[in-house]
């Protein structure tokens, strides 16, 4: 899964669920952006690369998510 596809799907998630997601560019370094999903966060490395599986895993336990949450 890319960067791009992640955010999307955790706004779907937040959408349903009711919670306010937003991508924040300009904190992070580089190609990085911070991800806010309520009140839990995370970054997201250059959202256009494939993401690792124990990246993914760790982004999904910042937010408060499972791995089921995304496959949807």
């Given amino acids: 899964m890319k960067g791009n596809e992640f955010i999307k799907r955790v ?6 669920r ?17 991800l806010y999903f309520g009140e839990h966060f ?8 494939e993401l690792k599986t124990g990246t993914l895993l760790a982004m999904l336990q910042q937010l ?9």
């Fill in 18 to 34: 009711n919670i306010e997601v937003r991508v924040d560019k300009k904190r992070g370094k580089g190609s990085h952006v911070t």
């Fill in 64 to 72: 408060g998510l499972s791995r089921r949450d995304i496959e949807g």
């Fill in 11 to 16: 706004k779907q998630i937040g959408k349903a």
């Fill in 42 to 49: 995370t970054i997201v490395r250059n959202p256009k690369d």
